[in-house]
Each structure stands twice: as structure tokens, then as C-alpha cells.
């Protein structure tokens, strides 16, 4: 086993199953994707530690356990249709692509969205599609979705987001102040069209930047 291979496995049992994230699936999606290749080379060293890290544009990868825990409490299954917000170095889009059956990732920053598609590209993920765009207005032509994940913080919910979601869909969303501890929450459309609103834990991520 090499030395990322080994890097990865602990992160998987360490940081990820350990904390109560169980799914078999959602294990292996871990396992399967090299996060090393998502982060620039002079970090690759701390691909696997339990922190987020930067990449370009002023944005950051997040710690592995944040991005576990928004796919798990969104409850993807491979039938999903799933939209990401912030698609950054295309890492979580990556591991979506494993759990679900299809995946779009948006990306506001041109050289990020350029980047992340051409990992997805030479990992052969041809079920997810790196979009360029503003991702509060979520991606209507691949509407609705069955989850929805913002890997950004909101002082509100782009409303566009909670409309692109199917009667059952799920968001996951940290919302709060820019700059301040946020609160990560997850949004499910009822069938009657309500959302019900569930508080999963504090969290800090960059501002989530557009229209809506």
C-alpha cells in the first residue's frame, strides 16, 4: 500500500467512521477518490489531515468529515440527482460521483471550474459535470434535484435552491454571518411544499458569493 493509500484509509476510519458516518457506500466513495490530486502539490503531504486547506482563488478544500457529513445528512443513494454549490478543487463533486447517479457542480471561479473538470475528466467520472456559473441560482436545466449541497455560507437561502428542489429533496446549507460561526443545517421539501428545517452543527466556510 503506498503511502497516500495508507494516508487514506486512516482518514477514512479515523476522522469519518469513527464519528458515526457508517454507510458502506459512502465509505467507499472515500476510499476511491485520491484527495491528494485535489490539492496543490505542495500541499499533498496533508491531503489526509482533519482540516480544510487552501487552493486557489482564496478559496479552501474542506476537512474530509464536513464533507462526509453534508453528503450523509442529505441521504444520497445512487439513484440521486444531486447539484453542488462551490464545486472548488472538484474533490467533493468526486466523491458524489461515487454515491450518486448523477451529479453538477458549480463553480464561480473560471480557473477552479477549469481545474476540477479536467481531476473529474482523468478519473473517469463521466456521471458529473463541472459547470461555470453563479451557483445561488442553482442550475434549472438540470432541475429539480433530489439533494442540493452548498460548500459555502449563507446569510440566507437562495431561494432559487429551494425551488430546484424535488418534493422530498434535500439541502444542506451552513447559514450565518460571513466571517462568524455558522450553523449547518439541512432543508427537506415536504410533500406539500413546506420545509422542514433540521440544525446538524457549527461550522466556518467561506462566504457563499452571487445573485441570490
Known amino acids: 500500500m503506498t503511502p497516500f493509500a495508507t494516508a487514506r484509509e486512516a ?9 458515526g458516518i457508517a454507510d458502506p457506500a459512502l465509505l467507499a466513495a472515500f476510499r476511491a477518490v485520491p484527495r491528494e490530486d ?57 466523491v458524489l460521483g461515487h454515491v450518486a447517479a448523477s451529479v453538477v457542480a458549480i463553480e464561480r471561479h473560471a480557473e477552479l471550474a477549469a481545474v476540477a473538470r479536467e481531476r473529474i475528466a482523468r478519473l473517469g ?41 424535488r418534493p422530498g429533496g434535500r439541502l444542506v446549507i451552513p447559514l450565518g454571518a460571513p466571517g462568524a460561526v455558522q450553523q449547518l443545517v439541512k432543508l427537506t421539501r415536504n410533500s ?11 461550522v466556518r466556510f467561506v462566504p457563499l458569493v452571487g445573485a441570490a
Open 11 to 19: 482518514m477514512v476510519l479515523n476522522q469519518i467512521a469513527r464519528r
Open 38 to 94: 485535489f490539492v496543490a502539490p505542495e500541499f499533498a503531504a496533508d491531503a489526509y489531515g482533519d482540516y480544510p486547506l487552501p487552493i486557489a482563488a482564496g478559496q479552501t478544500i474542506s476537512q474530509p468529515y464536513i464533507v462526509a457529513l453534508m453528503i450523509d445528512a442529505a441521504g444520497i443513494s445512487g439513484a440521486d440527482r444531486v447539484l453542488e454549490v462551490g464545486a472548488g478543487s472538484g474533490y467533493a463533486a468526486a
Open 125 to 165: 467520472l463521466a456521471n458529473v459535470t463541472i459547470v461555470e456559473g453563479d451557483g445561488t441560482l442553482g442550475w434549472p436545466d438540470a432541475a429539480p434535484f433530489d439533494a442540493i449541497l452548498a460548500a459555502a455560507g449563507a446569510a440566507r437561502v437562495p431561494l432559487p435552491l429551494l425551488d430546484q428542489l
Open 192 to 202: 406539500d411544499g413546506r420545509i422542514a428545517c433540521e440544525e446538524l452543527c457549527p
